[in-house]
T-cell receptor, first 111, second 116 residues
Framework: DQQVKQNSPSLSVQEGRISILNCDYT??????FLWYKKYPAEGPTFLIS?????DKNEDGRFTVFLNKSAKHLSLHIVPSQPGDSAVYFC??????????FGAGTRLTVKP | GAGVSQSPSNKVTEKGKDVELRCDPI?????LYWYRQSLGQGLEFLIY????????KSGLPSDRFSAERTGGSVSTLTIQRTQQEDSAVYLC??????????????FGDGTRLSIL
């Protein structure tokens, strides 16, 4: 039962353009959402999060948008840089419950 | 820096052997998690430790899998009688706080386990 879905396994973007990574979830009890970034042979690192009381959270080049009615969130990276090339995992949790991760989207930013 | 440390980084073993994977969490983090990432898959939750509470073992795939956390710090994940489908990257994470939901987890670099 995959409660968090990242339907695009890969995304390729030109340097300087916007990268948009999407994530859908099925559990309406989820109230906290996170994005993690993972380089090869390293563990995931926390990137940005958003609480369900908000619909947008921004940190530098990274912005996460939450659409609760659609059970959808997205991560925008602008401008994209080659160093952003990595696998991005979406994660969601309900209070005091397990965090569920998506399968990841591999982002490639071309110079 | 004093991040989450996992050992070994790579482990190759024959089918049927037992393996032990170790995780040193960040000092002061009361919550510790084990995940598994199989090829092309997301992170699969295995087990969760929080302080002195009984662990949440709901994600362990079979009774061949077990984990301990001694003294509220170091954790060991043990897989007995390994099977080829156990081949994966095993990731450990730790976090602060009592609730799991809103505390970002800090991950180790994982142990890549290959069963021949």
């Amino acid at each position: 039962d995959q409660q968090v879905k990242q339907n695009s396994p890969s995304l390729s973007v030109q340097e300087g353009r916007i990268s948009i990574l999407n994530c859908d979830y099925t559990n309406s009890m989820f109230d906290y959402f996170l994005w993690y970034k993972k380089y090869p042979a390293e563990g995931p690192t926390f990137l940005i999060s958003i609480s369900s009381i908000k619909d947008k959270n921004e940190d530098g080049r990274f912005t996460v948008f939450l659409n609760k009615s659609a059970k959808h969130l997205s991560l925008h990276i602008v401008p994209s840089q080659p160093g952003d090339s990595a696998v991005y995992f979406c994660a969601a949790s309900a209070d005091n419950n397990d965090m569920r991760f998506g399968a990841g989207t591999r982002l490639t930013v071309k110079p | 820096g004093a991040g989450v440390s996992q050992s070994p980084s790579n482990k190759v073993t024959e089918k049927g052997k037992d393996v032990e994977l170790r995780c040193d969490p960040i000092s002061g983090h009361t919550a510790l998690y084990w995940y598994r990432q199989s090829l092309g898959q997301g992170l699969e939750f295995l087990i969760y430790f929080q302080g002195n509470s009984a662990p949440d073992k709901s994600g362990l795939p079979s009774d061949r899998f077990s984990a301990e956390r001694t003294g509220g710090s170091v954790s060991t994940l043990t897989i007995q009688r390994t099977q080829q489908e156990d081949s994966a990257v095993y990731l450990c994470a730790s976090s602060l706080g009592r609730g799991r939901g809103n505390q970002p987890q800090h991950f180790g670099d994982g142990t890549r386990l290959s069963i021949l």
